[in-house]
DNA sequence: CAGTGGTCTAGACCACCGA
DNA sequence: CGGTGGTCTAGACCACTGG
């Protein structure tokens, strides 16, 4: 038979979710067991299990052991909010980054900071602000607190030919991370740096990342909300 | 002897997770070959080949045919941002969930949301507004425009008993979606549905769905800002 | 209990890369 | 060319689910 070129692994995957799109097998509806798609196939059971874990791992049906597979009730179409550095981010949109640094220092953690970091209160953390420009044009103030013990020699990084985030995912390799998303208005150094209103509402990402043992750095980003937005897209 | 060890592609896994993030082996390091992984840890190919194979799906490392495997240069971290109903999410919180319906009516579309539809200027499509309360508490402001053709009954939904977005996804399987997320400032309906002076930032998800061939559905969400924020977390 | 998926083996052929 | 990963087979044992 003229079989198409893709692999047979593919295949399956193909026609499972065709019948799922085409809304032929809804939210709730079994799908055929490994031993049946292998019989309609012709192939071996090691690649249909493939090709249905696959379609497991992308979230378009559950499968429980002992009782069979089923598609998924919410398709939970989803996207990836990536730890990336912005530098490559706006070079990828085919702008120019620029970089100016405020502040690069030492200064001893308060409570709640010592808390996040995972230090005692008091200890040398560093500390960094600068604001990010694309073509010219504030888009990011950043406000960072670097874990001593992750980054040793963060104080006397050139900043202006590299970033933090790219910076530290080289020094300590990330292991976790968290971050919030919410809409806040600036405070006045940051609309100040931004070129904006006080008034004018920004994106606030507050991310914390892990390396390995230690809490790396915690980071407050800003993006002028009316000039900058998180985008994505997801297909299954 | 009872099998109380990880299944084995998990060990390989495991290993080489640790070698990474322990910095042995760094950003563009070789990565041994499956021959020698199946050697060192006495498992078939197949078994060494799903570990090493997961391991670049997750971004770990970067597979050649024909070439090799390295450690990945940036360590691209990301979590998933996925298309939920909110009255899950809600309930998943341990909270209760309401909805306001404030409008359900049919309108002509401009050319700017036909363009969005994909259908002609002046054509019907659907319109709801509502807002969705958590434990009492408004938390998103919904405005929707639906393609007719994706939900003909959608005028005749009581969304006292379900929301829009979970029966779109029981109508129209998704196939596609996009977002954005800004901040801004509410407008006057908003600010009062939400129960925020008209100053507080907002976060606003815009939000396009399709389904197969239609666009099924373009969504206004508007969260206020001091109340609510994504967020989430990725591990390795 | 029979049927399901989770894991594993010991081979195999192929396409590709770099020397 | 030899070594790499991509795919595939025809078996196998197991843990778990459901009736």
Redesign the interface.
């Known amino acids: 038979m003229p079989d198409t070129r893709l692999p047979a692994y593919q295949q399956v995957k193909a026609y499972v979710k065709a019948q799922?799109?085409?809304?032929l097998w809804?939210?709730g509806d079994p799908v055929p067991s490994e031993a049946v798609l292998q019989q309609q196939f012709g192939v071996s059971r090691?690649t249909v299990n493939r090709a249905v874990k696959e379609l497991a791992?992308e979230g378009l049906v559950t499968r429980v052991r002992g009782s069979g597979t089923v598609v998924a009730q919410?398709?939970?179409?989803?996207?990836?909010?990536?730890?990336?550095?912005i530098h490559e981010e706006v070079l990828e949109r085919g702008h120019s980054h620029a970089t100016k640094v405020l502040t690069v220092e030492k200064v001893r953690a308060d409570t709640a900071l010592a808390q996040i970091l995972k230090l005692r209160t008091g200890s040398t953390v560093f500390h960094s602000v600068m604001v990010h420009f694309e073509d010219g044009v504030p888009i990011q103030f950043e406000d960072r607190h670097v874990n001593p013990q992750a980054a040793p020699h963060y104080l006397s990084v050139d900043f202006s030919r590299t970033t933090p985030t790219?910076y530290l995912?080289?020094q300590a390799?990330?292991?976790?991370?968290?971050?919030?998303?919410?809409?806040?208005?600036p405070s006045a150094l940051e609309a100040k740096q931004l070129a904006i209103k006080r008034?004018e509402?920004?994106?606030v990402m507050t991310r914390r990342t892990i390396s390995?043992i230690h809490v790396a750095s915690l980071a407050r980003l800003v993006?002028p909300?009316?000039r900058?937005?998180?985008?994505?897209?997801?297909?299954?």
Not at 20 to 23: D, R, S, W
Request: charged share 20%; glycine share 8%.
């Open positions: 799922i799109n085409l809304g809804r939210a090691m791992v919410l398709h939970r179409i989803s996207s990836t909010l990536a730890v990336r550095d790219r995912l080289e390799p990330l292991t976790e991370a968290s971050y919030s998303i919410k809409a806040a208005l008034r509402p920004c994106l390995g993006y909300g009316l900058y937005s998180f985008s994505g897209k997801f297909e299954l």
